[in-house]
């Protein structure tokens, strides 16, 4: 009996090895996974609102690189890695990141930043190379478009710029504070649809197209404001008077007394305390940035005015940043403006004068009145005195509006450096 079964014991032995080894061999031999590529799909903001994104990831030799991609602007990485199956990329200018599992041609994961004193972190999932939404509409939208946002009486004013073609659609939307850059969507069943995902803005755009032929709808920024109504109205030659609701940038904020100097005092990122008195000021034209390191329109403000300063500094101008910024920890927001400066290259003085805590810029620099847009930049005159204030910096999403906005500043810039003390 035993003779009989033991030759087939150690046949089924011998078989359940040889299959075994076989497994193995399949799983040492089987392709690794490769980040690299398109990867497309959605992510939960903080109100709930599902927000798509696109991420492409490359290889820069032994680097990976993480672009989030809106139409032709991308937000990349600073550092990555990909190990295993475990892609991890860091946005140190935002003070963010983004760890994700890859299975196959799927990638789940969080992608967390600093918000003021806490951490927001939000789920992602994404298909490699999935194809967008694709739609066909009759309607276009194109255009520009003047938003009624919110309700009496908190009711706000934006214009809104949309290109569209068959069924997808980019464009902008711009508040006083400066614009959302590039989003992308599409039109289908007279419904729009508007993204943006790039590290810091998680926002949607939401709207139908009625009988009357204006758009109804929401706004929804992410965070944890209440999601916003808009009802928008198209721009055209018949009606551009509509424009006269939208507040001009350079009659948002005033000083209360126009007749005293914007006092200031903070540390630069040595330490050391610069001052509105300070001799580099003296008969100067003063560019005074109210910035912060988490504001994308301050990213692309910075740039901006070196290039000022490098064509206009050895006729007296001269900026300088005063950057409020996130966590109120002064070692971590040091260091969040230090990164801000060297990613620009600025060489003109970058201070550390306060957090976006709610009080701050009242404390900090109370001469201000009506503040409420980052950026905010103060120019002041040879004579110390403030001519003009402009809230917000429209950036290159908003294409012509960009160019000109560059224009009217340097020529402002031009003008105050003619005048004699």
Not at 44 to 55: H, R, W
Not at 93 to 110: M, S, V
Not at 158 to 171: L, P
Request: glycine share 10%.
């Amino acid at each position: 009996m035993k003779s009989k079964t033991f030759p087939a014991v150690v046949s089924r032995i011998a078989v359940s090895f040889l299959l075994l080894s076989v497994s193995l061999f399949a799983g040492c031999w089987r392709k690794p996974v490769d980040p690299v590529g398109f990867w497309r799909g959605t992510i939960t903001n903080n109100s709930g609102e599902i927000v798509d994104f696109t991420l492409e990831v490359k290889r820069d030799g032994e680097k990976i690189i993480g672009e989030l991609v809106n139409g032709d602007d991308r937000t990349t990485s600073t550092i990555g890695s990909f190990e295993g199956n475990k892609l991890k990329l860091t946005y140190d200018f935002y003070d963010a990141r983004l760890d994700a599992t890859i299975d196959g041609d799927h990638l789940q994961g969080t992608f967390e930043r600093q918000w003021q004193k806490q951490i927001l972190k939000r789920e992602l999932h994404a298909m490699r190379g999935a194809s967008t939404r694709k739609s066909n509409s009759t309607i276009d939208l194109s255009g520009e478009w003047l938003l009624s946002v919110g309700q009496e009486p908190k009711l706000s004013y934006w214009r809104a710029a949309f290109q569209q073609k068959g069924g997808e659609i980019s464009g902008t939307i711009i508040p006083v504070s400066g614009d959302w850059g590039a989003m992308t969507g599409s039109v289908e069943n007279g419904e729009l649809r508007l993204n943006r995902f790039d590290g810091i803005n998680c926002r949607v755009f939401r709207a139908k197209l009625t009988p009357e032929g204006k758009l109804e709808g929401i706004v929804d920024f992410g965070l944890f404001d209440p999601v916003r109504k808009v009802v928008a109205e198209r721009i055209t030659d018949a009606n551009k008077g509509i424009v006269a609701n939208l507040p001009d940038p350079m009659n948002h904020t005033r000083m209360n007394n126009p007749a005293e100097p914007l006092r200031f005092s903070f540390p630069d990122l040595n330490g050391k305390l610069v001052s509105n008195s300070d001799e580099m000021f003296k008969g100067k034209v003063v560019a005074v940035s109210v910035t912060g390191s988490w504001c994308p329109n301050c990213h692309e403000e910075s740039p901006f005015l070196q290039d000022m300063f490098d064509r206009y500094g050895k006729d007296g101008f001269q900026p300088v940043a005063l950057a409020f910024e996130y966590s109120g920890d002064t070692a971590r927001d040091m260091e969040q403006v230090r990164i801000f400066a060297r990613r620009h290259k600025l060489t003109y003085p970058v201070l550390l004068a306060g957090s976006t805590e709610e009080g701050q810029i009242q404390q900090k620099l109370p001469q201000l009145v009506g503040f409420g847009a980052y950026p905010t930049t103060i120019f002041i005159g040879r004579d110390g005195l403030v001519k003009r204030i402009h809230a917000g910096f429209e950036g290159r999403a908003t294409g012509e509006r960009f160019t000109k906005l560059k224009t009217e500043l340097e020529t402002l810039i031009q003008e105050l450096l003619a005048e004699k003390n």
